[in-house]
């Protein structure tokens, strides 16, 4: 199946809850998805390690594409997974 | 804080593996002191237990542990002999350890004053007493000066975090400009992305391996403005760089890729472990092993990633639910044997093996070989033996033999009074036996086997043996036997089992064999397993212990009487028969002629004081326990029952002929007997009934 791909500019604090409830139903960790931003913040790390956990469970794919900045910072903080630069 | 009682947790049972590895290799230099790599071997254990010990909050032991290494240091650089005296003082020293690690305050009196004559010990061996007041402040020793130091940080984000507007990125990025960083991410707190529902909501903590040339306040600077918002722990692990060590990086590497943190005590150990093999060395292990040691190690690296501790609650609540599962499933079984519809059938088919192969994986993971006593064994055999100046082997065999882990920790007790006696009351000095034509150095053999359901576990000596014409005389004088009694060979060395015939004195006027042997076979009953002996004057003696390989699930009979259910177990089953015309003599004791033999019976409507008619045909079961054949009467044999055991609870605690109950499929409740206890007390009643008509 063809992963998803869901845009959201910034994954931050005061973005997390409309980005859940208007990929509510998309986040159910059986669609493969591709979640793509721009910058993050530390809540937005914590929901990156949530959605993880999720789809290891599920066993449906999971990437993220982010600037190669972003996805230094994310690696830097422990975070290990499928991951792609942002054309 | 939960946190750090786990950190605490895992802390103690590190150590005290630790401390149990030691010991092992203080017994490898007990036989050769210039074992070269078990020096090094325990003064690294020493350095660890030091290190980590500190970290924990110990400071008696971690002194303690300095002091030890002082000594072994020197030992290792050959400035000093390693002597009968240091190793003496070494075993009483691993004793003190396991103290310390109970009472780390040193609150009991009785071990202050035991610290206090260890460390006079230690430092009468050191003699100069400077040699201990090494200048150090980090947890490992390191040769160089050092520039960088090597830190552990567990970073905690409290609840509320996010809710207050601010951002951990920024703290988290300014940390790694200081230096080296590794971040291990620990999401066991993280909610299930369904119940995410306020991602405000904090529960994602680091562990942190920062390497930096800046002190703990100089970090800590970089949480000031977080300072009221975080929990956070600061450890100093090195006084150096230990991340050119590449074990360390693929360590890091792996935790990261968990999820799950990281223990600064795994760390430290794993650094202790390797920190000998230099980047180059280990580049060049990795691509061509050749050295056994060094496969060893990689293969203990690799060991490390792929098993997890499990708290033993844990396991015995899985175990308790097992147990459960299975209930429900012989429930499901008889709705499904009365139902006619396939699917259903089908599915209940599939959930039977599947609880099949979950109770015996479950149950597998409860058990535990025999080896992981060994090293106590040896420790006792070998104290003793040293202190009677006697020479005494110990030879195992079979020690790969798992039991379920609660009966090892039962079974210790009894196993290590059967050493005991073997050495101190079995095995002649060295004089004596080279008298006898003996070897001079005494063998104890132990040997465990499977045999069914059942462990055999053999202890053996080539001793003094049992003179069995001695323990006949004491026992008549003791009541035991009347004078002219006709008895087997058996019965006499089974009165070693008694309770009354385990005094002192008795065992130094028979053959010194004897020693509390009732509470080994009180102990192995009370495990549903029996205790016996065997024994040849002046060639030797073996106690052979039975014991079932788990106490959770136990193989019987189903029976019943007076609408009852009751469950015998299997170990103990003679036969059994059908008792056509039965009528009951109350005028005499309960006797029926069986097979032309005389055999005692109970009644089990006794038990149960019913008086109802009982069935025209009853039958007898036959249990045999020890020397004595008793039957049971029943109404019937209803057939073989696997049952999954429950404890009556404490109300019912008094209940001496049940030991326990099961839940049959049908939901009814069938109560276990304890045979042990039901002939124990038959035989008190006969013997007080022929008291009273003599």
């Known amino acids: 199946m063809k992963p998803t791909e869901i845009v959201i500019e910034e994954l931050n604090n005061s973005t997390i809850s409309e980005f859940l409830q208007q990929n509510e139903e998309i986040l159910s960790g059986q669609i493969p998805i591709i979640l793509q931003f721009e910058s993050i913040d530390g809540s937005g790390f914590q929901l990156l390690v949530s959605l993880k956990k999720l789809y290891q469970s599920t066993g449906s794919a999971f990437h993220i594409s982010s600037s190669k900045q972003t996805l230094d910072q994310i690696r830097l903080l422990g975070l290990e997974m499928s991951m792609e630069e942002m054309k | ?694």
């Open chain 2, 1 to 694: 804080m939960k946190l750090q009682n786990d950190q605490i947790n895992l802390f103690l049972d590190e150590a005290s593996e630790l401390i149990e590895s030691m010991e092992k290799t203080l017994l490898i230099l007990d036989e050769n002191p210039k074992n070269k790599t078990a020096i090094h071997d325990f003064f690294r254990g020493m350095h660890t237990l030091k290190g980590s010990s500190s970290m924990f909050g110990y400071p008696h032991l971690s002194d303690f542990a300095h002091h030890f290494e002082s000594i072994y240091d020197l030992i290792r650089n050959d400035e000093l002999d390693l002597n009968k005296t240091i190793l003496t003082a070494s075993f009483s020293s691993i004793d003190h350890f396991r103290i310390l690690l109970s009472d780390a305050a040193l609150q009991d009196i009785h071990h202050q004053k035991e610290h206090e004559a260890r460390v006079k010990e230690l430092n009468s061996i050191l003699k100069v007493s400077s040699v201990i007041e090494k200048k150090e402040t980090s947890l490992f020793d390191e040769d160089d000066e050092p520039t960088e130091s090597t830190w552990h940080l567990n970073l905690i984000l409290k609840q509320d975090f996010y809710s207050k507007e601010i951002d951990v990125l920024p703290v988290l990025e300014s940390l790694q400009s200081l230096g080296t960083c590794s971040f291990v991410i620990n999401d066991s707190e993280v909610p299930e992305f369904n119940e995410f529902y306020d991602a405000f909501d904090c529960k994602i903590s680091w562990d942190i391996i920062l390497v930096i040339d800046a002190t703990e306040t100089t970090i800590r600077e970089q949480f000031i403005f977080v300072d009221e918002e975080i929990e956070l722990e600061i450890i100093k692990l090195s006084s150096r760089n230990v991340l050119d060590n590449s074990y360390l990086v693929n360590f890091i590497e792996a935790k990261k890729e968990a999820s799950k943190g990281l223990q600064p005590f795994e760390f430290i150990q794993l650094h202790e472990e390797t920190k000998n093999k230099k980047a180059e060395d280990i580049h060049a292990l990795e691509t061509e092993p050749d050295s056994e040691e060094d496969d060893h190690s990689a293969s203990k690296n690799v060991e490390t990633m792929s098993s997890i501790r499990v708290h033993v609650q844990k396991l015995d609540t899985l175990l308790s639910l097992v147990s459960e599962l299975v209930t429900a499933q012989a429930r499901l079984n008889v709705f499904i044997d009365t139902s006619s519809n396939n699917d259903l059938q089908e599915v209940a088919e599939d959930i039977e093996k599947i609880t099949r192969r979950l109770r015996e994986n479950a149950f597998s993971i409860s058990m535990v070989p025999l080896s992981t006593m060994e090293t106590r064994f040896q420790r006792l055999v070998r104290d003793i033996s040293s202190n009677q100046h006697k020479k005494v082997q110990l030879i195992s065999s079979g020690l790969d033999t798992e039991l379920e882990k609660s009966l090892i920790e039962r079974l210790t007790p009894p196993l290590l009074h059967v050493f005991r006696n073997a050495v101190d009351h079995g095995i002649e000095t060295p004089e004596i036996r080279k008298a006898k034509g003996k070897p001079e150095v005494g063998t104890i053999l132990i040997n465990a086997l499977y045999s069914g359901a059942h462990v055999m576990v053999e202890i053996s000596d080539d001793g003094n043996g049992i003179d069995l014409e001695k323990v006949k005389q004491k026992a008549i004088s003791k009541g035991f036997f009347k004078a002219d009694a006709a008895v087997s060979e058996n019965e006499i060395l089974d009165i070693l089992f008694k309770p009354g015939f385990s005094t002192s004195e008795t065992i130094t006027d028979v053959s010194g064999r004897g020693v509390g042997m009732d509470v080994v076979r009180t102990a192995l009953n009370q495990m549903r397993g029996d205790a016996t002996i065997e024994s040849k004057a002046g060639e030797g003696t073996k106690i052979s212990l039975r014991l079932p390989l788990t106490l959770s699930i136990l193989d019987g009979l189903l029976v019943s009487s007076a609408n009852q259910k009751f469950i015998i177990p299997l170990q103990f089953l003679d036969k059994c028969y059908e008792i056509p015309n039965f009528t009951r003599n109350n005028a005499k004791d309960d006797i029926l002629i069986i097979e032309g033999e005389q055999i005692p019976y109970i009644d089990l409507r006794d038990l149960l004081e019913d008086s109802t008619n009982r069935p025209i045909i009853p039958s007898l079961v036959m249990i045999r326990f020890q020397q004595t054949k008793v039957g049971i009467l029943i109404d019937h044999i209803i057939g073989e029952h696997q049952a999954v055991v429950k404890s009556l609870g404490t109300l019912f605690r008094k209940v001496q002929s049940i030991s326990g109950a099961t839940i049959l499929g049908d939901g009814e409740i069938a109560l276990i007997l304890d045979v042990n206890k039901i002939i124990t007390e038959y035989v008190t009643l006969t013997n007080l009934k022929k008291e009273v008509l003599i």
